[in-house]
């Protein structure tokens, strides 16, 4: 009975020992950034095939206004700008974070944010007044990629956005801790990322479909 015992008591301590490994198993940061490498490459990808969509249709006017006739390259360039500093303010926030400031890193992040919502609404503004004037996606397939190309990174501009406000709660809550560190390193990938694609958006389609 007490060789039973002795066995049911060792068997507990060893699946107790066991769970006690997997609930403080550390993350892999490596797998982390592997993954969400993975996952930009795909996005790539995404953006790869609205590029050569829009590269094969962006002459196709049916008739209707032409790039000339709708791009305003001041407006554009006022949205590119608040992109392009969004991208300088991040990476102030990330100094902030590698010396463990939190409201440094937070009001940096609060910057960031501010400047992608200001893109956001530039697109918005733009896109409105398109359609307003009758210029929407379903006119041409002209405007048909240029709304689905430009769409698609202002999606992303959007999740990216929500992704960071979400950071910033967690990271007020629970401060500089590395699951938070991972995922702003994650984020700040994201977000570099699309200032990447948006300087090839604004290169391909608003200067090239201007001049």
């Given amino acids: 009975m007490s060789d039973t015992n002795t066995l049911h008591a060792g068997g507990a301590a060893a699946l107790a020992a066991r769970e006690y490994h997997l609930a403080h198993e550390p993350h892999p940061e490596n797998g982390t950034s592997l993954g969400f490498w993975l996952y930009l490459m795909s996005d790539c990808l995404i953006f790869a095939v609205l590029f050569a969509t829009y590269g094969v249709l962006g ?124 995922r702003l390193n994650c984020l700040s990938m994201f977000w570099h990322f699309l200032d990447v694609v948006w300087i090839g958006v604004f290169t391909f389609v608003y200067l090239i479909g201007v001049l």
């Fill in 59 to 182: 002459r196709n006017y049916a008739g209707g206004p032409t790039g000339a006739d709708l791009l305003d390259l001041k407006l554009v360039a006022v949205n590119t700008a608040c992109l392009l500093l969004s991208s300088i303010t991040f990476g102030f926030a990330m100094l902030q974070k590698q010396q463990r400031n939190v409201q440094g890193t937070l009001a940096w992040l609060a910057v960031t944010g501010l400047l992608g919502l200001a893109f956001l609404g530039i697109e918005l503004y733009e896109f409105a007044h398109m359609i307003h004037e009758g210029a929407g996606p379903q006119r041409s397939a002209f405007l048909s990629s240029f709304f689905t190309l430009v769409g698609t990174h202002g999606l992303h501009v959007t999740f990216g956005t929500i992704w960071l406000v979400t950071m910033m709660f967690q990271i007020g809550k629970h401060g500089l801790i590395p699951d938070n560190v991972r």
